[in-house]
């Protein structure tokens, strides 16, 4: 079944959802781009097909360079207590550059959004009782993050003793 109720943040706003997630086995409509499980996405790839990682998917050099070619990529995370999906976002953008989409989908909620986008998310497909304004500002929780992500590469203290050089060699 279609999840086009819910909706769409990505590249941090409101957009449009122009793919429809489909289950296992669903039939596909016609001229319709769809996301599908990563098995059916592999036996077709196209420009219209995009594939479904489950939170289990064991991401190995195979199958990432098949998912280079991804339109976009979605993970699902079937409960949000189910945190395997952060890591898989984050190796496909740091050990294997994928560029395109990371879309979060299944039981995406606004407190895990900051960290999603941490870890390479750029699209969530927001739980249908999540407030869409909350999940806005939730992009933002912190200005500064402790950790090295894929938007910083760097961790806090580094960053801080590089300012402290700048600072000093200006005195």
Known sequence: MPEQHRTL???RRVQHDGWVLLEEGA?????TRVIVS???WLDAPSENV???LSSDTELTLELARHLLDAPLIAIDFPKFT???GYSIARLLRERYGYGGQIRAVGDVLIDQL???SRCGFDAFLLREDQIVED???ALDTFSR???PGTDTGEPLFRRRMREARREQAVA
């Open 38 to 40: 990563v098995t059916e």
């Open 145 to 147: 993050s402790y950790q």
């Open 82 to 84: 189910d945190g395997r």
């Open 27 to 31: 039939e596909r409509p016609a001229d």
């Open 135 to 137: 999940a806005l500002n």
């Open 9 to 11: 943040i990505a590249d």
């Open 114 to 116: 900051f960290y999603m």
């Open 50 to 52: 995009a594939p479904l």
